[in-house]
């Protein structure tokens, strides 16, 4: 039983989901599944990162065909923080949507969705075959596309196509990429990949189709060239949503960077370079662009953007030091992110709107909410000792010791502009006075809340930002969770024995 | 869209087509089938159905949402994937057989109800698609 | 007939790859349907082609023997069409509730989402 754990995190949402749909027409019953689900979720992420942080590599091969044949499920440390990560931002957004969402799109099956969503992220992080990667990644699209138009509103639909759209291209590319791959070597499997291509010949191939797969998580994590479907569909669906696809979505194509751009395609001098001016330019037009925008929530999606550059730029010095700030990095944003995106649901009830010309006056009028939201905005800038402040101690060293010194002002530069960009935030939503719009009539405000109403939006917060300040004051717990990340992800062999189960133990 | 013949041949093709779909996901194991050719067959025959006698007289025969074969096949087949965990100890999805042969149906196995609930789920997603994109024109 | 199969895959994309770029919300549909046959297709080529020997034990045999299919492609090919399957008729049911709601099949007035207001 329990030395199957590995698969479990799986299970527990693919339960939950199912159950979920047997209650498809009793929405306060789901309610009350999906919080339950999301609880085991909790529990088991934490078992499974228990034996992975006391026994090395956990791995299973599903149907018990032997490694490279069938398909293997590996659990390493980096895949378990994130799993863990992600079922408490499940856990948290579970009981944020029971007052956000209406009862007519939860009977649209907007918890089973959601828990498929989850099923699929944990199977993208845990699984150990590139295509297998790649079924994940479609459950994650095809739950996504459905949780971005449930409720149809006119700029939903309009998102959801451009959203659609690329992340439909992105597959494509993904897949033709796997199908190259599978032509060169004829493996799927990670572990064996890790090892055999290094040994061919043909490293002109090689390169362009690493590129190619740079080029589908590209996509999908939302870097450069590649970004525009992200500002495009963020802000349009309910708060909930938003904030799940803001902590999750990108970050598992930057995970699947990090995994294939390590353990399979490990960087070579003109990738790293390819990246670096990519994270650069992420930076740099995110930025600019969460500048320029009047919406909250789109000045939240363009900062997603921006800060991808961070992992971006992390994963191309690759070195041990940077790998390790790029982490911790996404660790920070996963939990941040999602805590702004939730914010803005919370703006949206205060406000009716989250135009931020015509908003303001929170500090005044809620003076201990204000105190609570501050926080995630001033991780996200990095004051010391917030959570922000400990990936970037590691981004900076790791550039300045390599003597990429062009990294070391994109950084220096990223955080300068997020500064005013939260600075700008701040201003217009905290500290002005705000004008009085007319009230919209279908929409139940803030202030007409009840007790529970109002604990349902501010308990998942308050839950997130805890997990923050306990990020920001035991950092030396994710430093070291971090630094062994570090040497499994640049020391391929780990992986390969847990994998192949070469007698070795893989103790650290 | 009324057609005498057409809805003649739907009415004798629908019981057949269905046994069809048993058959091939029956035989699926070893030789070309199983649940997911079985399930769109299976499907094809209720959607001629519709295209012959309309909607609501396929919602008729089938007497539940189709909707509902989704989590019901999907419990199926994670509860045949989960079999092999909870009684030999082996990982998930380990194929688990009965010794002796049964008529009819040959060697039972995990696998096969594995193949039972995709071919509900198939259903179940096939005519779901189908009956809502018909239903919204 | 591997050279043939190749071109074809290249027309494929090449066509898959037009329609995308054409402005009409359907012939985008149309567009990525031909771009997912294509993979298919280069999935199959990259398995190498083995004429008349599908990877089926005889039934006096225990296993595989000579030269059979590779049948890895097949069964990735298989989830493939699985999966672009659901996405389609998905994309299907969107851009029909999009012309509905937008009243508009050209893609180049869709820009509502990114107005800065």
């Known amino acids: 039983m329990s030395e199957h754990l590995t698969i479990y995190p799986i299970i527990v949402h693919l339960l939950t989901a199912i159950l979920l749909l047997l209650f498809w027409m009793k929405p306060q019953v789901q309610r009350y599944i999906s919080i339950l689900g999301s609880a085991v979720g909790i529990v088991i992420a934490v078992l499974l990162f228990q034996r992975v942080w006391e026994n090395g590599i956990q791995s299973v091969q599903l149907g018990n065909w032997e490694a490279p044949f069938g398909i293997s499920m590996v659990a390493d440390t980096l895949a378990v923080t994130l799993i863990l990560l992600t079922n408490i931002v499940a856990f948290a957004l579970s009981i944020y949507s029971t007052e956000t969402m209406v009862s007519s799109r939860v009977k649209f099956g907007y918890y089973a969705i959601f828990h498929f969503l989850v099923m699929g992220l944990s199977g993208a992080f845990l699984t150990g075959d590139l295509f297998n990667l790649y079924v994940w990644f479609e459950v994650i699209i095809i739950s996504s596309f459905v949780l971005l138009t449930i409720g149809g509103r006119k700029i939903q639909i309009e998102g959801a196509v451009k959203y659609f ?17 599978y032509g060169a070597t004829g493996s799927l499997n990670m572990a064996e990949l890790s090892r055999i291509i290094p ?36 802000h349009t669906p309910p708060a909930a949503v938003s904030a799940l696809f803001a902590g999750l979505l990108t970050k598992v194509g930057i995970y699947a960077m990090i995994r294939v751009f390590t353990l399979i395609f490990p960087l070579g001098e003109t990738n790293q370079m390819i990246l670096m001016i990519i994270s650069a330019l992420t930076i740099f037009f995110g930025g600019i662009g969460a500048l320029v925008q009047k919406d909250v929530l789109r000045v939240f999606s363009y900062l997603i953007i921006c800060h991808i550059g961070f992992m971006v730029g992390g994963l191309s010095l690759f070195t041990e030091v940077a790998i390790i700030g ?53 991780a996200l800038v990095g004051i010391p000792p917030l959570s922000g402040f400990w990936p970037k101690v590691s981004l900076f060293s790791a550039s300045y010791e390599q003597g990429a010194i062009f990294m ?29 719009l007319p009230r919209q009539k279908n929409l139940r405000y803030f202030d007409q809340f009840s007790i529970r109403e109002k604990a349902a939006f501010i308990v998942p917060i308050a839950m997130l930002v805890g997990v923050t300040l306990y990020y920001s004051f035991f950092a030396e717990h994710f430093q070291l969770i971090a630094t062994r990340i570090g040497e499994e992800l640049m020391n391929s062999e780990h992986y390969y024995n847990a994998v192949f189960k070469t007698k070795e133990v893989t103790e650290l | 869209m009324k057609s005498v013949i057409l809805n003649t041949v739907s009415k004798t093709l629908l019981p057949l087509l269905i046994l069809f779909s048993v058959f091939v996901l029956l035989r699926g194991h070893y030789l070309p089938g ?6 769109l067959i299976a499907a094809v025959a209720f959607i001629l159905h519709a295209f012959a006698n309309g909607l609501t007289e396929t919602r008729k025969l089938l007497r539940i949402h189709p909707g509902f074969l ?34 009819i149906l040959g060697k039972i196995g995990s696998a096969l109800f594995f193949d039972t609930g995709v071919y509900l789920v198939v259903i179940g997603v096939c005519l779901t698609i189908i009956f809502t994109i018909s239903e919204s024109v | 007939m591997e050279i043939l199969l190749a071109i074809m895959t290249g027309v494929l994309y090449a066509a898959g790859i037009y329609l995308i770029l054409r402005r009409s919300l359907v012939k985008l549909i149309i567009g990525i349907v031909i771009l997912g046959n294509g993979v298919n297709l280069l999935i199959f080529l990259m398995g190498g082609l083995v004429k008349e ?8 045999g225990k296993m595989l023997e000579g030269v059979f299919a590779d049948p890895v492609p097949q069964a990735l090919i298989l989830t493939a069409i699985v999966i672009s399957f659901g996405l389609q008729s998905f994309a299907i049911v969107l851009i029909k509730r999009a012309y509905k709601v937008l009243k508009t099949d050209d893609i180049d007035t869709l820009n509502k989402t990114d107005d800065i207001t």
């Open chain 1, 165 to 181: 759209t690329l992340n439909m291209i992105s597959s494509i590319i993904f897949l033709t990429g796997i199908a190259m791959v």
């Open chain 1, 408 to 436: 070391l002002i994109v950084f220096i530069f990223a955080s300068l502009i997020t500064l005013v960009i939260i600075a700008k935030v701040w201003n217009k939503t905290f500290s002005k006075n705000p004008t009085t």
């Open chain 2, 34 to 39: 199983g649940g997911f050719i079985g399930g």
């Open chain 2, 70 to 103: 989704i989590p019901v096949g999907l419990l199926l087949a994670v509860i045949s994937a989960l079999a092999p965990i909870l009684v030999t100890g082996e990982p998930l999805m380990t194929g688990l057989w009965h010794d002796k042969d049964i008529a």
């Open chain 1, 199 to 234: 040994e061919i010949e043909n490293k002109g191939l090689m390169a362009t189709i690493s590129l190619v797969f740079f080029i589908g998580f590209g996509v999908k994590s939302g870097v450069f060239p590649l970004y525009f479907w992200l500002p495009a569909s963020y």
């Open chain 1, 326 to 378: 790029a982490v911790l990095y996404m660790f920070h944003d996963i939990i941040v992110k999602a805590t702004l995106f939730m914010m803005g649901g919370v703006f949206y009830r205060i406000f009716g709107h989250t135009k931020m010309e015509n908003m303001g006056g929170l500090m005044n009028n809620y003076p201990r909410l204000s105190l609570l939201f501050a926080i995630p905005l001033f």
């Open chain 3, 53 to 60: 020997r599908p990877p089926l034990i005889p039934e006096d």
